[in-house]
C-alpha cells in the first residue's frame, strides 16, 4: 500500500494569489495523478505527474494555471494560480501502488 | 466515449437493510473498476477493485461488488448497512498504462435508524 500525505489540508485564500499544494508519499512511485472535486461534484483529473518529465494536462486545465512539480519519486506539488473562487475545491493528490490507486486526504482551498 | 454513470445521486436505507449502488461504464478497453467512499470531510477511501479473474470481488467493510460484462456494469452491494455507511460513494473505471481515472458523479448515502 502506499500512504499519501497532502499539505496543507485546508486553507482560505485570497482572490488573485496562489497556493502550492504539497504530495508526499511513503514509497517511490513512477505516477502521480492530480485530481480536482468542486464543490457537490465528481473527482477530475487535472494532470499526470512522472518524474523527470512535463506533466501531461487533461483538457480544460493548463500548466499556466496549474504549474506541477515532481522533482522525485515520492514528491510532487501542484500550484493553484492567480485564484479565483471558481478554483475554490478539494484537491487530491493520486499515486499507483501495486495495482491499486490511491488517494490522499485532500485538501480543501476556500477562495474568498 | 469513456465515462461512469452513477444513476442514483442520493440513496436513503434503514440500517440493517440491504444495499445496492448501480454503476455502469462505457470504456473502450478492458477495465479496471473502482469503488471508492468518501465520508464527510474526508478523503477518499478504496473499498474493492476489479482487474480480472472472479467477476465477484469482496472489498472492505463487507462491501462485495460484481462485474457484469454484458451489462456494463459494476454493481456495488452490502447486506447489513450500518449507520456508518453513510457516506459518498464514488465509481471509477480506469485501464491501460495511464492509470488515469474517470469518475462517476457519486451517490449520497443516508442510513436511517
Known amino acids: 500500500s502506499a500512504v499519501i500525505s497532502q499539505k496543507p489540508s485546508r486553507d482560505i485564500c485570497q482572490r488573485g494569489t496562489s497556493l502550492t499544494i504539497q504530495c508526499q508519499v511513503d514509497s517511490q512511485v513512477t505516477m502521480m495523478f492530480w485530481y480536482r472535486q468542486q464543490p457537490g461534484q465528481s473527482l477530475t483529473l487535472i494532470a499526470t505527474a512522472n518524474q523527470g518529465s512535463e506533466a501531461t494536462y487533461e483538457s480544460g486545465f493548463v500548466i499556466d494555471k496549474f504549474p506541477i512539480s515532481r522533482p522525485n519519486l515520492t514528491f510532487s506539488t501542484l500550484t493553484v494560480s492567480n485564484m479565483s473562487p471558481e478554483d475554490s475545491s478539494i484537491y487530491l493528490c493520486?499515486?499507483?501502488?501495486?495495482?491499486?490507486?490511491?488517494f490522499g486526504e485532500g485538501s480543501w482551498l476556500t477562495v474568498v | 466515449a469513456q465515462s461512469v454513470t452513477q444513476p442514483d445521486i442520493h440513496i436513503t436505507v434503514s440500517e440493517g437493510a440491504s444495499l445496492e449502488l448501480r454503476c455502469n461504464y462505457s470504456?473502450?478497453?478492458?477495465?479496471?473498476l473502482f469503488w471508492y467512499v468518501q465520508s464527510p470531510g474526508q478523503g477518499l477511501q478504496l473499498l474493492l477493485k476489479?482487474?480480472?479473474?472472479?467477476?465477484l470481488v469482496q472489498g472492505i467493510k463487507g462491501f462485495e461488488a460484481e462485474f457484469k460484462r454484458s451489462q456494463s456494469s459494476f454493481n456495488l452491494r452490502k447486506p447489513s448497512v450500518h449507520w456508518s455507511d453513510a457516506a459518498e460513494y464514488f465509481c471509477?473505471?480506469?485501464?491501460?498504462?495511464?492509470?488515469?481515472?474517470?469518475f462517476g458523479t457519486g451517490t449520497l448515502l443516508a442510513v436511517q435508524p
Open positions: 476489479y482487474f480480472s479473474g472472479d467477476t
Open positions: 471509477a473505471v480506469g485501464g491501460g498504462a495511464t492509470n488515469k481515472l474517470i
Open positions: 470504456y473502450g478497453a478492458t477495465p479496471y
Open positions: 493520486s499515486v499507483v501502488g501495486g495495482n491499486t490507486i490511491y
